[in-house]
């Protein structure tokens, strides 16, 4: 063993190839005399004279010999561990999970599943609905990368804001009052839907109720809000959605669109991922492709 000192891998190197001290000083531009004492150190690590003198040149060892044999594979394997990595998407063969929260984009699994499909056609994934969790929960999941509104980045948490956002709420053209001003009194009134959100996400709206001593009138929980909106296009119930969301929508003539009628501060969408993956390069090929996608 050479004491860890991989520093004398290049002149082992050049003085095997070379069978020169002259010549491997050469190559690496430093003084014969400081090749002279590298080979000596060498010598004495791996306990073999790796070059003896024949005449006015030198003869490998058959460790020399061996080592020569290996040292390109090994130097250049060491370098890779420094090397500035890339990768090509269709060499990717492992299974990305890629968890979003119930107020994603409608469209969000199916335009990231196609689009990621088709840059890597040998990986596989698994686009997963993100509720009642918490975000530290990243550090003991498998879960790569995580679409979600979030107040608070946890340590050890790396992420990109997607945008920032305001609520907005959303009622069928065919509710009984659709063609009057929502007002705050109107819509503690209602019935609502909700959504089952990441761990702490409705917080904000609570305690505004909870301030005024009052609740919103919860008639239905579910999952998305695809199906919460096809609820409220047949029915009296609202629901309260993020505005960037609504926009998007390709059936929003369907409904009536309010500004909430109370004030919340924007809220942020981010794009996060736990800190173990910051420096796999295949990660980081997945995350700058979900962002430039959302």
Known sequence: MIGHNYKLLRPLQALLE??????????LRVTQSAMSRNLTQLRAEFSDPLLIREGKTFVLTARGESLKRALPHVLSAIEGLYADSSIEPSEIKRTYRIAYSSFSSLSLVKDLSLALMSQAPNASFSMELWQ?????????????VLITPAHRIPDNIYGKRIADNDYVVVRSKEHHKAQQTLCLERYLESQHVL?????????????FFANLSVKRNVALTLSSAREALDVVRESDLLVTLPKYLVEKLPDKADFDIHPLPFSLPSHSYYLLWHAKWQNDVAHRWLRDTVFSLL
């Open 132 to 144: 009642h969790r918490d975000i530290d929960e990243l550090s003991t999941t498998d879960v790569d």
């Open 195 to 207: 959504l089952h959100l990441v761990a702490n996400i409705d917080l904000e709206v609570n305690e």
């Open 18 to 27: 070379t069978r020169s001290l002259t010549e491997a000083a050469e190559r």
